[in-house]
């Protein structure tokens, strides 16, 4: 009866993401700016997802976050409200000093102006107050919280596992299928998913519709979480040499892998054919099929033959 007399006034009910959207182009509104595209600007305007980023990261108050992209501060602040500090990187300077003035109650945030792929891990955490738990025994570990610039996705996720200083976890929203090529299976595997799961574990948390950002992008996204291994899953003496067999694997995709591997590496098929023999792989393969184990064995016959720049 409510509801109807309420339609029939022309009162629409208001959710949640109607007020996150209002509130988000007020705010730009008054701060003068637009959304610039080219910097991956696509500002989360639903709490449902906001809360499911952080229920994913599993915060907790001894807990560091490094984000990518605050943006107008949406999630900054949720990060905020639960750990116990934050250092939020952000490439545009415009958000940057509006962030530094609007989150300048809270104690435990740090806003950085930088491009996240010019900057070290470790050189963020510098600013960290010294009496922070775990800073003095080394048991200090951070966690990545984000929702990613799209046009860097892949470069972030490699600069922070590949970075000295690791985190445990990062939890990042990426688009769908980016997410989708990050937790695949053999059968569908590319190099992609052979560099993240080397790292650690992916898996999909929720996927994501453009409408839950402003503007909406043009793809659907997802929330990945990828939780790190303390060590690799298999053992490789030399990481740029196994990648660089990996890369010379999926070189020619339509291939067999004797095929992809001889184009790859500007070797002869002759030469490769024992080699992946020797591995127990068979060479009518194809390199999406292969696991991560089966290309470390790979590279250890390919390693142990000759020194090869792959
Ligand atoms: N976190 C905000 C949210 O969820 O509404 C904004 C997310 S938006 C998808 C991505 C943000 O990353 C933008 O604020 C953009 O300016 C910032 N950004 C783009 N390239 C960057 C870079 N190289 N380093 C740091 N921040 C970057």
Known sequence: MAKETARKRG?????????????TKRLLRQLGLQARKGLGQHFLVDEGVLERIVDAAELGPTD??????PGLGVLTRELAGKVGWVVAVELDTR???????????????????????????????????????????????????????????????RHFLEARFKPK?????????????????????????ISIQFYGRPYIISYVPASSFYPAPEVDSAILK???????????????????????????????????????????????????????II???????????EWARLWRVFAQVEERPW
């Open 11 to 23: 009162y629409k009910k208001r959710y949640p993401q109607d007020r996150m959207l209002a509130e």
């Open 64 to 69: 560091v976050v490094l984000e990518i992209g």
């Open 95 to 157: 958000l940057a000093l509006v962030l530094k003035k609007e989150l300048a109650s809270f104690n435990n945030v740090a806003i950085v102006n930088q491009d996240i792929l010019k900057t070290s891990p470790a050189s963020l955490l510098e600013g960290l107050p010294p009496d922070f738990p775990g800073i003095g025994d080394g048991r200090l570990g951070y966690k990545v919280v984000a929702n990613l610039p799209y046009y860097i996705t892949s470069a972030v996720l």
């Open 169 to 193: 976890v990062m939890v990042v929203m990426v688009q769908k299928e980016v997410a989708e090529a990050i937790v695949a299976q053999p059968g569908d595997m590319s190099l992609l998913a």
């Open 226 to 280: 990828i939780g790190l291994y303390p060590q690799p899953p298999v053992s490789v003496a030399d990481r740029e040499s196994f990648f660089g067999l990996v890369r010379a694997g999926f070189s020619a995709r339509r291939k067999q892998l004797v095929g992809s591997l001889a184009n790859g590496l500007g070797l002869p098929k002759a030469e490769v054919l024992p080699l992946l023999e020797r591995a127990g």
């Open 283 to 293: 060479s009518r393969r194809r390199a999406e099929t292969l696991t991560l184990e």
